[in-house]
T-cell receptor, first 111, second 116 residues
Framework: QKEVEQDPGPLSVPEGAIVSLNCTYS??????FMWYRQYSRKGPELLMY????GNKEDGRFTAQVDKSSKYISLFIRDSQPSDSATYLC???????????FGTGTRLLVSP | EAQVTQNPRYLITVTGKKLTVTCSQN?????MSWYRQDPGLGLRQIYY???????DKGDVPEGYKVSRKEKRNFPLILESPSPNQTSLYFC???????????????FGSGTRLTVV
């Protein structure tokens, strides 16, 4: 079993839809949770960063962490065609620099 | 501009011909790491470095070497490339200092390597 599981998609939605992207994990020691966005032929770029449980909002993006369920989510409101990319969840333990990544979910937002 | 620079972006080589992929960062980051990205397998760590002259194996180190002689540079060396090393490679860096806020890694743009 992988430490971090993520549905590969693709997830296709119309412009303006609310998108929900999710990851589950098995290591309860993970404390830092991140979402990266990766456009085709580009490196991943950090989108959201949260520590431990709770919600964090940044514009149209909301990250949620439920440590009791070992489940993290990224919500995108009013999705745009420019949001079409692969979204990678990542997480790490306190005191460790290594990030463990999900395999990524490909999102397609059609005009 | 703060960035991680990888070269080359694309490389086609033959089995057994030694090659080096360079990585340089201008953010004074202590931590640097190499990942390979393959369909269905995601990003897997090859090697990492906590600081100058400190390197260690990641999850898939076989067939690779690294060095960290300067803080800004972290080259990836394939001494004898094989076709199973055909992949998309990313270099990443971050702070590794107590008291600094770690906002995760900054990634380079990637190197697509094909070994024939």
């Amino acid at each position: 079993q992988k430490e971090v599981e993520q549905d590969p998609g693709p997830l296709s939605v119309p412009e303006g839809a609310i998108v929900s992207l999710n990851c589950t994990y098995s290591n309860s020691a993970f404390q830092y949770f991140m979402w990266y966005r990766q456009y085709s032929r580009k490196g991943p770029e950090l989108l959201m960063y949260t520590y431990s449980s709770g919600n964090k909002e940044d514009g149209r993006f909301t990250a949620q962490v439920d440590k009791s369920s070992k489940y993290i989510s990224l919500f995108i409101r009013d999705s745009q065609p420019s949001d079409s990319a692969t979204y990678l969840c990542a997480m790490r333990r306190t005191g460790f620099q290594k990030l463990v990544f999900g395999t990524g979910t490909r999102l397609l937002v059609s005009p | 501009e703060a960035q991680v620079t990888q070269n080359p972006r694309y490389l086609i080589t033959v089995t057994g011909k030694k090659l080096t992929v360079t990585c340089s960062q201008n953010m004074n980051h202590e931590y640097m790491s190499w990942y390979r990205q393959d369909p269905g397998l995601g990003l897997r760590q090859i090697y990492y470095s906590m600081n100058v002259e400190v390197t260690d194996k990641g999850d898939v180190p076989e067939g690779y070497k690294v060095s960290r002689k300067e803080k800004r540079n972290f080259p990836l060396i394939l001494e004898s490339p094989s076709p199973n090393q055909t992949s998309l490679y990313f270099c990443a860096s971050s702070f590794n200092r107590q008291g600094t806020i770690n906002y995760g890694y900054t990634f380079g743009s990637g190197t697509r390597l094909t070994v024939v």
